[in-house]
């Protein structure tokens, strides 16, 4: 079964899952609806994940950048 993409920009959400934060709500959103073109239908249980995963800071990845373009990223 395809599960239809539901985003209500108005209420800030997306598959029944509420994103309190604009910001992350815009992210989230971009990304979901980048992939859905490609073919991805995302569950309720799977958008939560995202938003979970998506507040966690990765101070390797934030590492990784630095090295890639600078500590002052010019």
């Given amino acids: 079964m395809v599960n239809k993409l539901k985003i209500d920009s108005k209420n800030q959400v997306i598959q029944g899952v ?7 709500f815009q992210k ?4 979901v609806q980048n992939n859905h073109l490609e073919g991805w239908n995302p569950t309720q249980s799977e958008i939560s994940q995202l938003v979970e995963k998506s507040q966690i800071k990765d101070s390797s990845l934030e590492t990784d950048f630095n090295k890639i373009f600078g500590e002052n990223n010019e």
């Fill in 18 to 24: 509420k994103i309190l934060d604009k910001i992350l």
């Fill in 28 to 31: 989230v959103r971009f990304a």
